[in-house]
């Protein structure tokens, strides 16, 4: 379970993801709790862990990461938008490698409308532009395609307003 302060607009749209490939958005306005010992918004299996949330505010794409070094890109439109509960797939992982601890989300980013995404594995870095994430677009759910050899380890990802 993780603890985080939100800030900004009651109207703002927040993206939560497990590391099992289920996520939704959420208005921070739902966020909120009269409870003193706080809400809970996100249904986590047994052994998912929550990823911290991020704000989706004026993204267009969804970037997800996997263990294997699968990156899958989306439009954010494909996302449900929920008050709590579980989610809906955001990448396919197989049951039998989440549990066997050989697959899982690493990392989720929000792209805006070109801009590029810096992938970073270890010490060294993956800058994809525009076109190049053409490469690594799809439907939700579906598994993603496999990161050029080398940079299959993500630690990261991020997004990148200008790169040349």
Not at 8 to 21: R, T
Not at 63 to 86: H, M, S
Not at 98 to 103: G, I, N, R
């Amino acid at each position: 379970m993780f603890t985080h302060v939100f800030a900004g607009q009651a109207e703002d749209w927040y993206l939560l993801v497990s590391n099992i490939g289920y996520g939704f958005r959420v208005q921070l306005k739902d966020l909120q709790s009269k409870n003193k010992a706080g809400k809970a918004v996100i249904t986590l299996p047994v052994g998912a862990k929550a990823l911290a949330p991020a704000c989706i505010n004026d993204s267009n794409y969804v970037a997800v990461a996997t263990l294997q070094g699968r990156l899958l890109i989306f439009p954010v439109q494909e996302l449900p938008a929920l008050a709590k509960g579980k989610g809906n797939k955001l990448i396919q992982i197989k049951p039998a490698d989440f549990s066997a601890d050989k697959d899982e989300v690493v990392a989720v980013c929000l792209i805006t409308e070109g801009s590029g995404l810096k992938i970073l594995s270890g010490k060294r870095h993956l800058a994809l532009k525009e076109k190049d994430i053409e490469a690594y677009s799809g439907a939700r759910a579906k598994r993603g395609s496999a990161l050029p050899r080398g940079f299959q380890r993500v630690d990261a990802i991020m997004s990148e307003v200008d790169i040349t």
